[in-house]
């Protein structure tokens, strides 16, 4: 698919804030702010550019960071939850696995750096 330079640009820098704030619940609102650009475009520009959802690319990037402090911390499953914004850890824990593939307990098992 073509889009412009212009859009893509726009597409990288809402990817890279999603990646930089995966501790930060934001809203397409407030990513419209930030950028200076209407909801509706963002949204279409870009999934135009990462093929998905702005919401389901900033859970991916939740997880993937999340997935990194199951493995390199001593922190309890609850605490990462609430670490990125979710107040109910079995929420957390069945989003993790929807985007992992398996539970955060399990994940720790196999990938804990710490032992």
Not at 31 to 36: P, Q, Y
């Amino acid at each position: 698919m073509q889009y412009s330079q212009k859009n893509k640009m726009l597409a990288e820098k809402v990817s890279l804030y999603l990646r930089e704030n995966t501790d930060t619940r934001t809203t397409i609102a407030e990513l419209s702010d930030i950028f200076k650009v209407s909801p509706t475009p963002l949204k279409k520009i870009f999934r135009e550019v990462y093929g998905i959802p702005v919401y389901k690319y900033a859970k991916q990037q939740k997880m993937l960071s999340a997935s990194e402090m199951l493995s390199e911390t001593d922190l309890t499953v609850t605490e990462i939850a609430g670490i990125y914004g979710y107040d109910n850890p079995s929420k957390f824990s069945s989003a993790f696995r929807n985007v992992m593939g398996i539970s955060p307990t399990d994940y720790r098992k196999i990938h804990n750096r710490k032992s």
